[in-house]
């Protein structure tokens, strides 16, 4: 499966941005896809992933209630539309596949895309 992730930029705090991720090669195989980021100097934090069959949803505590991961299957996209931002969103987020689990809060999918920068200025 390939990733190919877009939709990062510059954003005010309190504002939005929306990322995409395009999925391509053995879709079929996709079971989860979501979004981790990573700050320089931090370790990979998972965002938000979402069921490609089932539709079921996680997210990580940082972005519930905030971020909205949604799934277009006849396209093989995903999007995250992240709302409330703050500048500590700020981060290249990185989107992922997994053809076995969907539940990323606890474990790390195999598939990655490259990043896309998101900053949130203050």
């Known amino acids: 499966v390939q990733l190919q992730a877009s939709g990062g930029g510059l954003a005010q705090a309190g504002g939005s941005l929306r990322l995409s991720c395009a999925a391509s090669g053995r879709t079929s195989s996709i079971y989860g896809m979501g979004w981790f980021r990573q700050v320089p100097g931090k370790e990979r934090e998972f965002v938000a992933v979402?069921?490609?069959?089932?539709?079921?949803?996680y997210y990580s505590d940082s972005v519930k209630g905030r971020f909205i991961i949604s799934r277009d299957n006849a396209q093989n996209t995903v999007n995250l539309q992240m709302n409330s931002l703050n500048p500590e969103d700020t981060a290249v987020y990185f989107c992922a596949s997994d053809p076995n689990f969907v539940d990323w809060r606890t474990r790390t999918p195999d598939y990655w895309g490259q990043g896309t920068l998101v900053t949130v200025s203050s």
């Open positions: 979402i069921g490609w069959g089932s539709g079921v949803t």
